[in-house]
């Protein structure tokens, strides 16, 4: 596995930005000679990873192998070679390579998912299972995330209790300094991501997350446990989400979820489609997508529990 230092090469920057149409918001000359700013750019490059790279865990469903990887050799020929997205480990891993390979300063730290509950007091977390970049721009700290789907962050997060952020859509986020409930010691502090839909709903927690840097070999232990156990969401369940942007901003998403596709946008939620055959589904991953999975690929979900079966 590739460590946490390692980079990509300017050919294969240049592979990346074609992939996810950089080029036709900035030209060449802004990206490499650093004339855009730091955080602007980053804000593009993440708004542009998330239209363009899923957020999507078919190599769970849809291979011969039914496996993740997270070696940077690995995730470039995934998304970039081969057009695919991944869940958040993958999607983190690359982005967090690219930035890297730009001159970024940043680490990665791990994230508790918050299973249930819209109230502080309510809150059941999971183990650590996501994934986080921390940036640093102008002795600020952003927090970044391209991996968490259609309700996580759509550009950087400044790192400062209360900070609100636009989410995709109507929604927003807020990031909050503060102790969860499961917590045993009253002194502890988390970093705790919370959104809401719109302006009238309320805050609900997303994740919580350590400034701790976590390392590459953190990372193979809660990739193995998220990509293996039963009880994880992502061996249960068929995903795939992708933002919506129109003329650069971020108004909505397209969510495939196991029998159903979705498009959220203006505060509304509207079912596209329901799928009663695999043929209809894997029609959408190409047509919403524009993910062409091979027969090899395709026959490698026959027997799972998340096959559509033609009853």
Not at 41 to 54: D, I, T
Not at 82 to 111: H, I, K, P, W
Not at 180 to 191: K, V
Not at 218 to 242: G, I, P, Q
Request: charged residues 25%.
């Amino acid at each position: 596995m590739a460590g946490s230092s390692w980079t990509y090469g300017k050919d294969e920057l240049d592979q990346y930005f074609d992939r996810i149409d950089l080029y036709g918001r900035t030209t060449k000359e802004e990206v490499w000679s650093s004339g855009f700013g730091q955080l602007n750019l980053l804000k593009l490059l993440q708004r542009r990873q998330m239209a363009c790279v899923p957020f999507e865990n078919l190599s769970l469903h849809y291979s011969q192998h039914h496996s993740i990887s997270i070696d940077s050799h690995a995730l470039f020929r995934k998304i970039v070679v081969q057009e695919r997205g991944g869940y958040c480990m993958e999607n983190n891993t690359f982005f967090g390579g690219v930035l890297r390979s730009l001159d970024y300063s940043l680490y990665s730290a791990g994230a508790r998912v918050c299973m249930s509950g819209d109230s502080h007091t309510n809150e059941h977390y999971s183990g650590w299972s996501h994934m986080v970049n921390i940036v640093s721009i102008d002795n600020k700290r952003w927090l970044v995330d391209v991996g968490f789907g259609p309700d996580g962050p759509i550009e950087p997060v400044l790192l400062e209790d209360g900070a609100v952020s636009p989410g995709a859509g109507m929604q927003a986020l807020r990031l909050q300094r503060r102790n969860i409930a499961e917590n045993t010691n009253a002194d502890q502090r988390l970093w705790v991501l919370e959104y809401r839909r719109h302006a009238d709903s309320p805050w609900a927690s997303l994740y919580c997350f350590t400034e701790l840097e976590f390392l590459p070999q953190d990372f193979a232990y809660m990739n193995h446990a998220t990509s293996t156990m039963r009880t994880s969401w992502f061996t249960t369940s068929v995903v795939c989400s992708r933002t919506i942007v129109e003329s650069d901003e971020v108004v909505g998403s397209v969510i495939l979820q196991d029998k159903e596709l979705k498009m959220r946008r203006d505060g509304e939620t509207k079912v596209l489609v329901k799928f009663e055959t695999e043929l209809q589904r894997v029609k959408a991953l190409t047509d919403w997508y524009g993910i062409s999975l091979t027969e090899d690929e395709h026959r490698g979900i026959k027997g799972l529990v998340t096959e559509l079966k033609v009853e």
